[in-house]
Each structure stands twice: as C-alpha cells, then as structure tokens.
C-alpha cells in the first residue's frame, strides 16, 4: 500500500501555498510535514484528503479499494473537534462510528466502548461534550479513529492539548496503526518520536500573487 | 442497509440537539405564536377582517418560524469540523442533505402544523379553515424546509450568516404561498375547488424535495473550497 502525491499545487485565496510537491508514503513508514507557519502544512492534508482540489498534480493511493476516493478510505484528524456538546460522549462516538462505519456490524457499540477505554475517556461516557477540556475533546476525537479502521491517517498537529500521558497513548496508537500496515502523514512542529519517519519540509511563505 | 443506519445516525443526532437545546420544536411554535398573537393587535379588533386575513398570516408565521430555525443547519457542521468528515465520508452527500433535512421537518415543521388549529383560534377562523390551513401547512412545510436547506448551504459556503438566507430564500417561497393560501381560502368557499390549489401546492412540495438535496450538496461542495 502507497500513498502518492505528484507534483502538487495548491492555490489558496488567490495566493500560490506550494507548488511541485512530491512525496510517496509506504505503509508502515509515516511522512512528517514541517515547515513554518503558512508553510501549507494544513492545505497539504486537506488536499490528500479531497477537502480542496489541487491546482496540479494529483494525489493516489495505490493498492487500496479501486471503488472508494482516498478521502473515503482516510481519517482527517483537523484542528476542530467534530463534537457536539449537546449529546454526550457515548452519543457524539456513535454517532461517527455508525456515520463512517459502512459496513459496521452490531458490534458497533461494543466498539465504541472499547476506543472509549483506549483513549482513557470510559468514566466520561455520559458526560455532554460540552463540558470536556480541549485535551479530552482531541482525545474523543481520536476515540473514532480506534473505532472505525482506515487505511490512511492524516493528523494535522495531532499532539496539541494532549498531556503527556495522551501523548504517550497516542504513539501507541500510532505506532499499532503503523504495524497493521497503515499509513500515517502528519503536519507537526514537534518530533513525534516515530521510527522510520520521513520529513517533507514544505517551503517558506511566498507573498504574492499567482503568476 | 448500512447506508441506511448512517443515515438514521444523522437523523437522530440533529433531532437530539433539536430538541435539546431548545433551538428546534420549541422555539419555532413560540415564534409563529409571537407572530401570530401580534396581528391581531396591530390590525384592532376587526373579527370578520380577522378571518379574511387569518389563512395568510399562519402561513406567513409557520414560512418565517420555519426559515428562521434552518439558519444554523449545516453552519453548525461547518463551524465544528463535522461537514468535513461529512464530505469526506462514503455516504452521497445528497442523502445526508435529505436526512439533515427530514430531521429538521420533524423538529420544527411537525410541531407548527400541530399548533397552527390552536392559533387560528386565536384569528376567529371557522373549523372548515382550520382543518385546511393545518393540511395545506402538513403539506407545504415540507417544501419549506427542503428550499430552505438550498440558504442554509449557501450561508455556510458565502461564510455570511444572519439575514442573508432569507432574503435569498424568502422569494423561492412565494408559490407555496400563493397556492398554499389559495387552497385554504378555496376550502371555505371560493370560486375553485379545494383541490386545484392543493394538487399544485404538492406538486411544489415533490419538486423542491428533489431540487432541494441536490442544490443544497452541490452547494456545500463548492463551497468547501
């Protein structure tokens, strides 16, 4: 399994982010974006994820399902928390796993219990969102990447909020993700600590208009 | 069948928060009563008038009720990341429109046709009006959502919210009003038969549920860009 991108541009509110972006990710091997502030780190994910369309080039994902997009087959991790603070914890994780979960089972709830306990949200599962800490929030939303398998994850700074024991768990997870064969690009600042990782330092803010 | 489940998910989540919050059921019947109740003040205690203008303006307070509960539909998903996932997902976009939009019906427009016999009391209607408001209304609030889900989209793409989206969905409505009022007046005596108006008024409501989804999904993926 491989994720391709070939020669991608991005135009963004009439600016020119990047241009000739190249990267492959093997399985097992995640691709770390670095590069400073308006760098396009985000506009990258977004743009593997079908979220905006490039302006060149294309993005594939060889050896995946001929039938899904690769946004179907990818688990967005953005800087919003999809949540809803009216429902509860248990209600907003299942409502994802049976929103992304097309071929989901009965086992659904069960699931969701389980990916509730993984991320260390279990106590919490009749608590309205609305009243998590920006940490727990983040961590509800990793909660629905457990639940629901997808080849490829994208994690836009997926560390922020997390304390340290979060972040600890989140390389777990990352790491069993990885071991299943799974694909991992990741906007950060920081080291994630992941083995075999590569970097893809986009470039630096070009002012200007588009040629 | 799995198509399905994901799609009752969304019905019932936006039901949930519906009725939760309050912002749904309730809060649209207390704004068509606010409307309603206002009338009568402004016009003076002028009965046989009263029951004229009484058809109108329940059907002006269910149009206004209705498009002021839609305004926050998909702005909501969009503020919190969710209409990502939601474009990103393996269901069409259009069922989700739909799903989106029956839930929203059922929260807001139901309870307007429950409570439109009561307040056409309050506007000294006679029972053959009040039946036919509550069926032309039954038929018609439908219509109303499935239009206005097209401004809902489109205040989410264009980033304006507020008054845009009735002003830009209020004279898509003026049909429904015209054969809506039209079939009501007709019941208690007109010149056409009830059915004239009220075969075209459900007509409007069959187009606009299969213009409306389609409309509302193109619109939120161009405006995702």
């Known amino acids: 399994m491989e994720l391709r991108g070939t020669d991608l541009g991005c135009v963004r509110g009439g600016r020119r982010v990047f241009d000739g972006v190249n990267f492959t990710v093997a399985a097992g091997t995640p691709l770390l974006l670095t590069g400073a502030n308006g760098a396009g780190k985000s506009s990258l994910l977004r743009l593997i994820a079908g979220l905006i369309h490039p302006d060149q080039g294309a993005v594939a994902l060889e050896g995946g399902d001929h039938e899904l997009t690769v946004g179907e087959q990818t688990h967005y991790l953005g800087h919003l928390d999809p949540l809803k603070g009216a429902l509860t914890v248990m209600e907003n994780l299942a409502f994802w796993v049976r929103f992304l979960n097309a071929e989901a089972g009965p086992d659904e709830r069960d699931r969701a219990e389980g990916s509730l306990d993984t991320v260390g949200l279990g106590e919490l599962a009749d608590v309205p969102a609305g009243y998590l800490s920006a940490g727990q929030r983040r961590r509800l939303s990793l909660a629905r990447m457990v639940a629901v398998p997808r080849t490829l994850w994208l994690l836009d700074e997926p560390t922020t909020a997390l304390d340290a024991a979060s972040q600890e768990r989140l390389d777990g997870l990352m790491r069993t993700h990885l071991g299943d064969g799974g694909l991992i690009v990741a906007a950060t600042h920081g080291p994630l600590g992941l083995p075999g990782a590569q970097e893809l330092r986009l470039g630096q803010l070009r002012l200007g208009n588009t040629p | ?225």
């Open chain 2, 1 to 225: 069948m799995s198509t399905l489940s994901a799609l009752a998910a969304v019905f019932t989540r936006d039901a949930r928060i519906a009725v939760r919050i309050g912002g749904g059921a309730m809060i649209g019947v207390l704004f068509f009563l606010t409307v309603v109740t206002l009338v009568p003040f402004a016009i003076g205690p002028d009965l046989a008038l009263l029951r004229r203008i009484g058809p109108a303006i329940l059907w002006l307070g269910a149009l206004l009720a209705s498009l002021l509960t839609l305004d926050r539909l998909f702005a909501g998903d969009h503020d919190d990341g969710s209409l990502d996932l939601v474009l990103m997902g393996r269901l069409p976009l259009e069922l989700v429109v739909v799903a989106k939009a029956l839930s929203h019906w059922v929260t807001t427009g139901l309870p307007l046709v429950i409570a439109s016999p009561v307040l056409g009391l309050f506007l000294n209607l006679e029972p053959a009006a009040l039946g036919a408001t509550a069926l032309t209304l039954l038929v018609g609030t439908p219509a109303l959502t499935f239009i206005g889900i097209i401004g809902a989209a489109l205040s989410v793409a264009l980033r304006r919210g507020g008054l845009l989206m009735p002003v830009m969905v209020l004279p898509m409505t003026i049909p429904l009003l015209i054969f809506g009022v039209s079939a009501t007046n007709a019941a208690v005596g007109g010149t056409v038969p009830f059915a004239t108006p009220f075969t075209i008024l459900c007509a409007l409501t069959l187009v606009s549920a299969v213009i409306g989804p389609f409309a509302a999904a193109a619109t939120l993926r161009h405006g995702m860009e």
